[in-house]
Nanobody
Framework: VQLQASGGGLVQAGSSLRLSCAASGGTFSRYDLGWFRQAPGKEREFVAAARWSGGRTYYTDSVKGRFTISRDNAKNMVYLQMNSLKPEDTAVYYC??????????????????WGQGTLVTVSS
């Protein structure tokens, strides 16, 4: 599975962005999909994930109520709608695909495929 993330940019605090991730190859609909981010000087962290079946989604606490992950299996796309952006959301955002279980879905090591990352910069 090849993943291509896009949609990053420079925005002001309080703004919105929608990140997109296009997938090719593999059986997209059978993969759990995640978004991770890495801020300068920090480790990569989990942001959100969507299970391949059942529609269950997961979020890290700091983005709950502001970010929404969604997937369109027919288009092989996964999105991250980000509202009310804060300067602390500044990071490179990566999409990922893998076959995870509930206990590992927030862990980067559970994902086999990664996009190249897209930079989100939120100014105060």
């Amino acid at each position: 599975v090849q993943l291509q993330a896009s949609g990053g940019g420079l925005v002001q605090a309080g703004s919105s962005l929608r990140l997109s991730c296009a997938a090719s190859g593999g059986t997209f609909s059978r993969y759990d999909l995640g978004w991770f981010r890495q801020a300068p000087g920090k480790e990569r962290e989990f942001v959100a994930a969507a299970r391949w079946s059942g529609g269950r989604t997961y979020y890290t606490d700091s983005v709950k109520g502001r970010f929404t992950i969604s997937r369109d299996n027919a288009k092989n796309m996964v999105y991250l709608q980000m509202n009310s952006l804060k300067p602390e959301d500044t990071a490179v955002y990566y999409c990922a695909a893998g076959r995870t279980i509930v206990t590992t879905i927030r862990s980067g090591i559970a994902y086999d495929y990664w996009g190249q990352g897209t930079l989100v910069t939120v100014s105060s």
